[in-house]
């Protein structure tokens, strides 16, 4: 009878038993996460929830009454071992069993749900990173290929056309990549395919500037003479050889009448000194043709943002963005507070430098001279400016396109400064630099003026 009543209270006690095991687990691993102990922790709490998986904002045991959210520790231990995934498996388990929205914990759960799809977000921008610089550098190097071609005068042809359609499409398919790797891999592909049309249409160009196509005359008619006394007949004179100077020379004459002919329609020379009517030789008409066609190749986008008055040693920003055609969305967003704004239109490449100087001012800057343009979105250049001189300046932003190791400097901007006294500032650099004179000169009269005040009183 004894051994029963034995047996039966040992079977009665194994659940207590049990939820001691659990929530000792749950308890500590509580708090090594609390301490940062977090990989500690998790085993902890994984253990716990082997034995007690299902959360509870009120669990009952012997003697205690507690609130059991072992997923919701175990997300943020995971978080912080470097697994975003893991711990937004966790709180999503929490969430669907449903106690954790009736603890204090549920709004702190969804700002770490926020950190966690932030973490991810971070990792995968990082790892298409290099991707993305390939894609771009790709980009870059057939818009190389691209001006070569139009230099060469093979922007006619049909390899060309084809090129610009391949170049479109990878520039496009960059643009909306965003972190997927495959994209811009076939971007590379795209854009590796648009340059080797280019150099094929550059090179058909220039092989048809060598060897022009000659103009074949009619052989003349044989003509039978019935004597054999009279002379023969002479070969018809052949046409003196050309020069290779002379070759070039109605090449290049040849490309400018076109060149000009497709942006104004006519062209007028005077004499043989080669000079138009707009007082520009052939040269300078050429390669100001070529350098429009440059220009017109990838628009895109400049804003300046920056107050135009400013105050003697008062630290204002200067924000520079500049985004391809297409890709300027938000590019005035988070700018500012009491600057003004201006935008340009300008031809942009996969990578461009940015400066800026200007006297009377130091100006530190935040940001990289080259930065990559694309992915979807602008890139911003920021300078902190601090007037040193009162009176009117101006700031200088210089921008450069870099184009397959080629830089080309765009006009630059001025933007107008009009830079106030500060008298505050003034004031209070005069009192740190001469602050022992007048120290000096407060303290001799006040001492005299007590002296002769306490002289005065009755004795």
Known sequence: MKRAALLLLLLDSLPALAAEKWVEA?????????TSNFQAGAQSLQHAVEEMPEENAAQHIPGLVFTYVPHFWLGIAKLNLGDPDGALREWKISEEQGAIQNTPYYAQLRDLIGRANSEKQRRAEGAATPSKQEANSAIGRALSA???????GGDRSETYHAAQRKLAEAKDINARAGIDVRAYKRSVELAEEARDLFANAADDAKKQRANPL??????????????????QPQPAPQPETESEA???????RRLLRTAIASTTGTTSTTGTTGTTISGQTPEQQLAA????????????????????????????????RIASVGQSQGITADLPAGGQSATFEVHVTPT??????????VIGKTSPEEQMIGGGTFTEWLWQVTPTDSGDHDLVADVQVVLDGRVKSLPRKLWPVHVKPNVIRSTKLFIKSNWQWLLTAMIIPLTGFLWRKWKKKPT
């Open 246 to 252: 002379l070759v070039a020379e109605r090449i290049r």
């Open 214 to 231: 000659p103009r074949h005359k009619p052989p003349p008619a044989e003509v039978i003479v019935p004597f054999d006394n009279l002379p």
């Open 146 to 152: 691209q001006m070569d071609a139009v230099t060469a």
């Open 289 to 320: 043709e070529i350098d429009l066609r440059f220009r017109k190749l990838n628009p895109g986008e400049i804003l300046i943002n920056a107050s135009h008055e400013m105050l003697v040693g008062e630290t204002e920003r200067f924000v520079l």
């Open 26 to 34: 749950y308890n500590r691993g509580v708090t090594q996460v609390r």
């Open 352 to 361: 461009m430098r940015a400066t800026l100087s200007g006297n009377g001012f």
